[in-house]
């Protein structure tokens, strides 16, 4: 239990029921000077309840408060000031987390489930660094969510249908290879799909042909369905690799194709309710009142829309994990589909859209500009990847050449850089995409992180740490590392709370940092009296640093 949490405790003897422990508590501040103590309380709330003017309650707070946990309790103006027993804090504090390991600042499971829809790539079309964004950020998302004590669903939306796929076929049956789609799915069938454009400029009758081919494919034309599933199976397994890489998994790859059968009941629901309107030929529901542009259900031609089958996937998630949120971990630029979406399921009378979420982030820029596949400015993932473990592998020939399971560890540190570097900053900022500063292993990335765990790792191995407990100690850098493990309990509920993993890649940097410090000035393999208990304090570092890191899809090896 963290130390605020101890402190609105003690408070709450004192108080009674006028505020909750939960109010209490998060009205605890930290005094702005050192010299005012670790922790104030203000007393303005209760002023009102006590009738009495808030320095006077503060007064007799202070003489009513005691506990082992403060050597000092004062009354300062409205604040209840107290000082922290540094000794018992960090006993208490170091010793939890040795206790319950990686559960520490675990939530009880709450039997609540959360799906979030992430990554989401398209079907014979690269994986952009855009979905390497959203799968990154969507898998923290879901890991902290879990540690909050949710059950996850993860939900891969294939963009798996489509118009393209109808050109496609043209494409593959006119100029494919079905050896070199094989061998290379993606780039194979990118490149027809680039073919057939330029081809289509001079020839535009290619396109009814595409247009033609994929009506064969929505009518369950055999060839045409084959067609498409050895598309999606090729392009999958690509992707696949991808998600190996990083270590990500997906509880259904439901994609758009999966609602074709699912769209008439929303429709028929929509024109239940009155919200069709015609449009052009086309049926939109009308979001005017909102100030949104129309949602379009139905082409003029009766196709549908991206639209379309996402209310289908809404209704049919909600019927299947009865979920109490959902997140959409997709860029910004659809944040007016997704406003679309949730307006319209509210006219639709469903309430579970209070719990839906746009979880949007910025754009991977190139000099500045965004990346665009037909502009030829794009980057495959696969090769990034592959880069940053080639470049840790370099280092650890340099650094450390006898180690064992180097290609694992260089593999753990190449993707860590890259995942590191998506996740250190507020998702919703852009990020220019530079491959010298996501493969940079000092100063603020995953491999420092990792580095500092594997270098506490190695204090326990050197000093033989026996799993004593920590026994307190009063000095400062002792006291850095203790406030920081005292904060992860915090740091899991706001991340969680604000869906934003950045605030644990922080953490961890800062963490890592305050260990730094403290390595620095003591000497932890001394040895004397105290050893062991110095080495269960790095012991709990390791703890945190490695359960830090996998909420944030990153792994800690012990060695490095
Ligand atoms: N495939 C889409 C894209 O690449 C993202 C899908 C996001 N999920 C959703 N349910 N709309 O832009």
Redesign the pocket.
């Given at each position: 239990m963290s130390y605020e949490r101890k402190y609105a405790e003690a408070l709450s003897r004192v108080i009674g029921d006028e505020l909750t422990l939960d109010q209490i508590e998060a009205l605890i501040e930290k005094p702005k000077h050192e010299a005012h103590g670790d922790l104030a309380f203000p007393c303005f709330q209760l002023a009102k309840a006590y009738r009495k003017a808030p320095v006077m309650i503060a007064t007799d707070i202070a003489n009513d408060l005691n506990d082992e946990l403060f050597t000092k309790v004062e009354a300062a103006g409205p604040y209840v000031n107290v000082f922290l027993s540094r000794d018992v804090v960090s006993q208490e504090i170091i010793n939890t987390v040795l206790d319950e390991q990686a559960d520490y600042a675990t939530h009880a499971t709450r039997n609540e489930t959360i799906v979030t829809?992430?990554s989401?790539?398209?079907i014979a079309k690269p994986f952009?660094m855009?979905?390497l964004r959203?799968t990154v950020i969507g898998n923290a998302i879901n890991q902290i969510a879990r540690k909050n004590g949710y059950d996850v669903v993860g939900?891969n939306?294939?963009?798996d249908w489509g118009t393209q796929f109808g050109k496609l076929m043209v494409a593959y049956k006119k100029w494919g290879d079905e050896e070199a789609v094989r061998a290379h799915p993606i780039a194979e069938l990118l490149k027809l799909y680039v073919h057939f454009h330029e081809e289509a400029k001079t020839q535009p009758e290619l396109e009814d042909e595409g247009r033609a081919w994929f009506k064969k494919l929505e009518d369950g034309n055999e060839e045409a369905t084959e067609l498409w599933t050895w598309f999606r199976e090729e392009s999958l397994k690509e992707f696949q690799k991808v998600y190996d890489l990083l270590g990500v998994e997906f509880d259904s790859f439901n994609?758009?194709a999966f609602y074709n059968d699912k769209m008439d009941r929303v429709v028929a629901m929509l024109e239940e309710k009155n919200l069709l309107v015609e449009s052009e030929g086309a049926m939109v529901v009308s979001l005017e009142d909102e100030n949104l542009p129309p949602c379009l259900i139905k082409k003029k031609d009766g196709a549908t829309l991206?639209a379309t089958?996402?209310l289908a996937?809404a209704v049919y998630r909600h019927e299947t994990y009865n979920f109490v949120q959902a997140n959409?971990?997709?860029?910004g630029e659809?944040a007016l589909?997704?406003k679309q979406?949730f307006s319209v399921l509210r006219k639709l009378g469903y309430d579970f859209v209070d719990g839906m979420h746009h979880v949007p982030f910025g754009l991977i820029l190139q000099e500045g500009k965004k990346m665009s596949t037909r502009k030829g400015r794009i980057v495959l993932l696969e090769e990034v990847l592959k880069e940053a473990i080639e470049k840790a592998q370099a280092n650890i020939a340099q650094k450390n050449p006898e180690l064992a399971n180097a290609d694992d560890v260089a593999r753990m540190v190449g993707v860590g850089a890259v995942i590191f570097h998506d996740l250190k900053n507020e998702r919703i900022n852009n990020i220019e995409f530079d491959l010298d500063s996501m493969l940079k292993f000092e100063g603020e990335t995953g491999p420092y992180v990792q580095y500092t765990n594997a270098r506490a790792n190695s204090l326990l191995r050197k000093g033989n740490y026996d799993g004593s407990t920590f026994t307190g100690a009063n000095d400062d850098h002792t006291w850095g590392v203790v406030t920081m493990l005292n904060a992860f309990p915090h740091v899991i509920t706001r991340a969680h709370e604000r869906r934003e993993p950045s605030i644990i890649s922080r953490y961890v940097l800062d963490l890592a940092q305050a260990f730094n410090k403290y390595y620095g000035h003591v000497r932890v393999l001394e040895e004397d009296a105290g050893k062991q208990s110095r080495l269960a304090l790095v012991k709990a570092v390791t703890i945190v640093l490695t359960e830090g890191l996998r909420l944030i899809g990153v792994q800690a090896p012990e060695e490095m």
């Open positions: 829809d992430f989401s790539p398209n952009s855009g979905h959203s939900i939306h294939l963009g994609g758009e991206y089958r996402d996937a959409y971990v997709v860029g659809q589909h997704f979406l």
